[in-house]
């Protein structure tokens, strides 16, 4: 996924520390993730609704 502050990155799972749940290309590779970062699929539009959050800009 492309997010505005990171650039280009990876969704993970809490194994990766403080970092998750997004990593930069190079901490994913740094930390050795499988698979290798240039064969994760890309983020689909699905995706992006899935991930919004449930009551959107809530203050």
Same mark, same amino acid.
């Given at each position: 996924m492309?997010?505005? @502050? ?5 969704? @993970?799972? /809490?194994? $990766?520390? /403080?970092? $998750?749940?997004?990593?930069?290309? $190079?901490?994913? /590779? ?10 994760? +699929? ?5 995706? +992006?609704f +899935?991930? +919004? ?7």
């Amino acid at each position: 996924m492309d997010l505005p @502050v990171l650039g280009e990155c990876a969704r @993970v799972d /809490d194994s $990766a520390g /403080d970092a $998750a749940p997004y990593l930069e290309r $190079a901490m994913y /590779d740094a930390l050795g993730f499988k698979p290798p970062f240039e064969q994760l +699929r890309a983020q689909s539009d699905a995706d +992006r609704f +899935r991930d +919004r959050p449930l009551w959107g800009e809530w203050t």
